[in-house]
């Protein structure tokens, strides 16, 4: 991880955070899941110095073209910066990623259902992660049970959704699937995530039939984060507005960040020169790292002013931000 700015990190440079430190990684940690069909592996990736207990951040990935990006190996641009600056980050590999190679049984299409209850699985296992780690990962520190935040891309961003209370209902099949709403998750962001699933194209009918998406019991704050140039006529029939349909169908308190310019890959988030990137951005990337991470800090750290000073000083070449 590097602490020092890419040399085209530009005006995202001014976005500020705190003292960058050097991070650790340990994968796989695996956790022991009865019924699931594999059991659940996760990359832990935390600062190496520093005192104090660490706040968490559950990140469930995207599926992606690449072969390796959609599992524990993938979104180190978010992670590396998040951990760096003082969170200590949780990447499960869920059932639908490539690198396991399973197929959905009927209704389940991508595992979506196991996707969230395998983030509340990481919260159910932070003692037994703990203990897998060791003392020299974690140097003395602990995970803070208080500050536990959940964030997701794509399909990732629904998994995120629906453990902050979304829902969804199946009408091919007539159920409805809610992950209830976990206590010990405060906050969320959500990123490139789906949209009113009244507004499925006929080809997104067909590749997320599943989806028939409710944001309007998620009413645990979450940052909704989307590029106003991922258009998607594969799932959908609106602009690319409609990938920051959940801040405009769920109740306050929410923030909505759209980026100027950018595609799904909102610069570069799922990997480091990752060619399912069309937007590729170093200072994309960077008002994405710092807007996340100043978000989920002052919502983990009661009176904290990251946020507002992160708000304060996006340029509006940049993108913009609104709140409710």
């Known amino acids: 991880?590097?602490?020092?700015?890419?040399?085209?990190?530009?005006?995202?440079?001014?976005?500020?955070?705190?003292?960058?430190?050097?991070?650790?990684?340990?994968?796989?940690?695996?956790?022991?899941?009865?019924?699931?069909?594999?059991?659940?592996?996760?990359?832990?990736?935390?600062?190496?110095?520093?005192?104090?207990?660490?706040p968490v951040i559950l990140l469930s990935h995207g599926m992606g073209w690449s072969n390796w990006l959609s599992s524990l190996e993938g979104y180190a641009p978010l992670v590396e910066f998040w951990a760096a600056h003082g969170f200590a980050v949780l990447q499960p590999t869920h059932l639908s990623s490539k690198t396991l190679g399973l197929t959905?049984?009927?209704?389940?299409?991508?595992?979506?259902?196991?996707?969230?209850?395998?983030?509340?699985?990481?919260?159910?296992?932070?003692?037994?992660?703990?203990?897998?780690?060791?003392?020299?990962?974690?140097?003395?520190?602990?995970?803070?049970?208080?500050?536990?935040?959940?964030?997701?891309?794509?399909?990732?961003?629904?998994?995120?959704?629906?453990?902050l209370g979304a829902t969804t209902t199946d009408l091919r099949l007539g159920v409805t699937w809610a992950e209830a709403p976990d206590s010990r998750i405060k906050a969320g962001v959500l990123l490139a995530g789906v949209g009113d699933p009244r507004d499925k194209s006929e080809n997104g009918k067909k590749m997320i039939g599943w989806y028939g998406g409710d944001f309007s019991a998620m009413a645990k704050p979450a940052l909704v984060v989307y590029g106003d140039a991922d258009v998607s006529p594969h799932l959908t029939?609106?602009?690319?507005?409609?990938?920051?349909?959940?801040?405009?169908?769920?109740?306050?308190?929410?923030?909505?960040?759209?980026?100027?310019?950018?595609?799904?890959?909102?610069?570069?988030?799922?990997?480091?020169?990752?060619?399912?990137?069309?937007?590729?951005?170093?200072?994309?990337?960077?008002?994405?790292?710092?807007?996340?991470?100043?978000?989920?800090?002052?919502?983990?750290h009661e009176g904290d002013g990251a946020w507002a000073a992160a708000c304060k000083a996006l340029g509006a070449e940049q993108g913009s931000v609104e709140s409710k």
């Open 1 to 54: 991880m590097h602490t020092y700015p890419h040399a085209l990190i530009g005006a995202a440079d001014t976005i500020p955070v705190n003292e960058a430190k050097p991070i650790i990684s340990f994968s796989p940690v695996v956790l022991p899941a009865p019924g699931r069909p594999v059991n659940l592996e996760l990359r832990v990736t935390v600062p190496a110095l520093g005192d104090g207990d660490l």
């Open 104 to 163: 959905a049984p009927e209704g389940k299409e991508f595992y979506y259902q196991d996707r969230a209850a395998d983030m509340v699985r990481l919260v159910d296992g932070l003692d037994a992660i703990e203990a897998a780690v060791g003392a020299a990962l974690l140097g003395g520190r602990r995970f803070d049970r208080t500050r536990i935040a959940v964030a997701g891309h794509s399909l990732g961003a629904w998994t995120a959704s629906m453990v």
């Open 237 to 300: 029939t609106r602009g690319a507005d409609w990938h920051g349909d959940a801040y405009g169908l769920s109740p306050g308190p929410k923030a909505l960040l759209t980026l100027k310019g950018a595609k799904h890959g909102l610069g570069g988030i799922s990997g480091w020169d990752a060619g399912e990137t069309q937007d590729e951005s170093p200072e994309r990337l960077g008002v994405v790292q710092r807007m996340t991470w100043a978000y989920l800090w002052s919502q983990l």
